[in-house]
C-alpha cells in the first residue's frame, strides 16, 4: 500500500490560488490519486481523481508529474468555505482487495 | 438523488452498553463502507460490503463490533460492549462497484461513551 504524506496545515487568503502537495514515493503503478475534502461535522467528499499529467474539473486542478512520486491539488481563488480538511489517497481501481487509507490530511484554513 | 443516510446523528451512551449504528446507501451502490474516525484523523476504514458479503473486515475489532447488510441494502454496526475509548465519529459510505470509484458518505454518528 502507498503510504501518502501531506502538510499538517496550510492557511491562505480569500482569492488566493492554493496548492496542496501529496508525496507518495511507493505509488505502484496501477495506482490512482484521488482527493476528498471534509468539512465539520460531516463527512468526506470527491473531489477529484487521476492517474497521470493534468486533471481538471469545476471545482479543482490535479497535477501529476511524470514519475507520479507526488501530486499537487490546486484550488483556484479560495473562499472562506473552502476551509476544511483535504485527503489525499493512493490506490488501485477495479481491483477488489484494495484498502482505503485515508491518513491526517491537510488542514486548509482560508482568511478574509 | 437521496444520498447516504445515517441514523441517529448522535449517540450517548454508558460504557458497557450495546449501541448500534444504521446506514442507508445511496440506491444502487453495491459497496458499502463503514468507518470510524477519531478527533482530528482521518477515517479508518473499519468494514467494505460487496452487496450482503464482508469483503473486507480485517480491522474490524472483532470481540466487540459486528457488522451486518442482510439483503445488500441497509447496513448496521453494533458495539457491544462499548468503552470509553470507542468514543469517535462513525462513518458510512457507498459506492458503485468495480474497485475504487467515488465514495459518498454520509453525516456520520456521533457517539459518546461516558
Known amino acids: 500500500l502507498a503510504k501518502t504524506t501531506q502538510p499538517i496545515s496550510m492557511d491562505s487568503y480569500e482569492g488566493q490560488e492554493v496548492n496542496i502537495t501529496c508525496s507518495h514515493n511507493?505509488?505502484?503503478?496501477?495506482?490512482?490519486i484521488t482527493w476528498y475534502q471534509q468539512f465539520p461535522s460531516q463527512g468526506p467528499r470527491f473531489i477529484i481523481q487521476g492517474y497521470k499529467t493534468k486533471v481538471t474539473n469545476e471545482v479543482a486542478s490535479l497535477f501529476i508529474p511524470a514519475d507520479r512520486k507526488s501530486s499537487t491539488l490546486s484550488l483556484p481563488r479560495v473562499s472562506l468555505s473552502d476551509t476544511a480538511v483535504y485527503y489525499c489517497?493512493?490506490?488501485?481501481?477495479?481491483?477488489?482487495?484494495?484498502?482505503?487509507?485515508f491518513g491526517a490530511g491537510t488542514r486548509l484554513f482560508v482568511k478574509a | 438523488e437521496a444520498g447516504v443516510v445515517q441514523s441517529p446523528r448522535y449517540k450517548i451512551i454508558e460504557k458497557k452498553q450495546p449501541v448500534a449504528f444504521w446506514c442507508n446507501p445511496i440506491s444502487g451502490h453495491n459497496t458499502l463502507y463503514w468507518y470510524l474516525q477519531n478527533l482530528g484523523q482521518g477515517p479508518e476504514l473499519l468494514i467494505r460490503y460487496e452487496n450482503e458479503e464482508a469483503v473486507d473486515d480485517s480491522q474490524l475489532p472483532k470481540d466487540r463490533f459486528s457488522a451486518e447488510r442482510l439483503k445488500g441494502v441497509d447496513s448496521t454496526l453494533k458495539i457491544q460492549p462499548a468503552e470509553l475509548g470507542d468514543s469517535a465519529v462513525y462513518l458510512c459510505?457507498?459506492?458503485?462497484?468495480?474497485?475504487?470509484?467515488?465514495?459518498?458518505f454520509g453525516p456520520g454518528t456521533r457517539l459518546t461513551v461516558l
Open positions: 489517497l493512493v490506490g488501485e481501481p477495479n481491483t477488489g482487495g484494495f484498502k482505503t487509507i
Open positions: 511507493n505509488i505502484a503503478t496501477n495506482d490512482y
Open positions: 459510505a457507498s459506492s458503485l462497484p468495480g474497485g475504487y470509484n467515488e465514495q459518498f
